[in-house]
């Protein structure tokens, strides 16, 4: 069965980097594009960040665009959320999804919570 | 950027009802929408994709239409475990967007 667990969130302070990481297992990950979503606290979803599979192709949210960089390592099943310059308003669960194709969203992990505070 | 509205905000529904929310682009985004249910400290959990086909798994009684700008989720017969939030997605341009949501729950 398609599994997707992120790690990696915590505290920390503003401007400072964090990474995320997303394990994959249960598909052939090298296959599939991956997304980034998030929620802050009882808020909406927010996308953040779309990779394709081959990692060729990578595309952002506007509030994240030049801070946050996506990646993934097809050989190791994991996709990646490096953060940078982190903000309050960064804080949030950020949860990994399957891409099925089309950049639909069919499978998500159970998310991992990033607090960003001083 | 493609702005996603959502109506209502919430709705009060009873066991057996059936529902209709609402999601409008701010600018046509043909059939690209997506719906997501979720639940208070849960992920979000796929419903609709290409605004009216099911992801597999999900039941019937949810259907999706629309398409351009209007978009409606409705559903049918609603049971205790369909009391939650749902939102629209459109995925037809980067950056993606996710709708306000909308609340379902009991009257």
């Known amino acids: 069965q398609v599994q997707l667990v992120e790690s990696g969130g915590g505290v920390v302070q503003p401007g400072r980097s964090l990474r995320l990481s997303c394990a994959a297992s249960?598909?052939?990950?090298?296959?599939?594009?991956m997304h980034w979503v998030r929620q802050a606290p009882g808020k909406g979803l927010e996308w953040v960040a779309m990779?394709?599979?081959?990692?060729?192709?990578?595309y952002y949210g506007d509030s994240v665009k030049g801070r946050f960089t996506v990646s993934r390592d097809n050989s190791r099943n994991t996709l990646y959320l490096q953060m940078t310059s982190l903000r309050a308003e960064d804080t949030a669960v950020y949860y990994c999804a399957r891409d099925p194709g089309g950049a639909t969203i069919d499978y998500w992990g159970q998310g991992t919570l990033v607090t960003v505070s001083s | 950027d493609i702005q996603m509205t959502q109506s209502p905000s919430s709705l009060s529904a009873s066991v057996g009802d059936r529902v209709t929310i609402t999601c409008r682009a701010s600018?046509?985004?043909?059939?690209?929408v997506a719906w997501f249910q979720q639940k208070p400290g849960k992920a979000p959990k796929s419903l609709i994709y290409g605004a009216s086909t099911l992801q597999s798994g999900v039941p019937s009684k949810f259907s999706g239409s629309g398409s351009g700008t209007d978009f409606t989720l409705t559903i049918s017969n609603l049971q205790p475990e369909d009391f939650a939030t749902y939102y629209c997605q459109q995925y037809n341009s980067h950056p993606f967007t996710f709708g306000p949501g909308t609340k379902v729950d009991i009257k």
């Open positions: 990779i394709s599979y081959d990692e060729r192709d990578k």
């Open positions: 249960g598909f052939t990950f090298g296959s599939y594009a």
């Open positions: 600018q046509a985004i043909s059939n690209y």
